[in-house]
């Protein structure tokens, strides 16, 4: 009971601030060219600063951002398997890489779904980062948005 009210506090904080703190393991080839470059990047930088995880902290969120090639795919899938946490999720946002280009890609995960379980699958383009991690944390705290 009191932890919700804590997660709730932490939330509405959060809100106000511009600052989440979450647990999340960063991957994906367009990370950079979609955060990083994104226009409204610096209202929610402190946000994406504390995007790690450790080994104190281990991540309850996989964030793949963008394609992925298939030696990404298994070095994500064992970390997947390796979070002791009984909520994990996975976030795919899909980057700039057009559904047409991916689709010709013989090197790049074409339905990443098959091999993951996709919790949220983000595909506006460019990436309005205050949507994307409203998203994700409605996603963590159980309100589920249409894939």
Not at 48 to 57: A, R
Not at 117 to 124: G, R, S, V
């Amino acid at each position: 009971m009191i932890e919700k009210i804590i997660e709730n506090l932490n939330r509405k904080i959060g809100t106000i601030t511009g600052f989440h703190h979450l647990k999340i393991s960063v991957w994906g080839n367009d990370l950079l060219d979609s955060f990083q470059y994104n226009y409204d990047f610096h209202d929610h930088a402190d946000s994406f600063l504390s995007l790690k995880e450790s080994e104190y902290q281990p991540a309850e969120i996989i964030l793949i951002v963008g394609p992925i090639n298939y030696n990404q795919l298994d070095q994500i899938k064992k970390r997947y398997e390796s979070l002791q946490s009984a909520s994990k999720y996975v976030i795919h946002v899909k980057g700039s890489m057009h559904k047409t280009q991916l689709e010709n890609s013989y090197m790049s995960v074409q339905n990443l779904g098959e091999y993951l379980p996709i919790d949220l699958e983000y595909e506006k383009y460019p990436i309005d980062i205050g949507e994307l991690l409203d998203q994700i944390i409605d996603t963590k705290d159980g309100i589920l948005h249409e894939k």
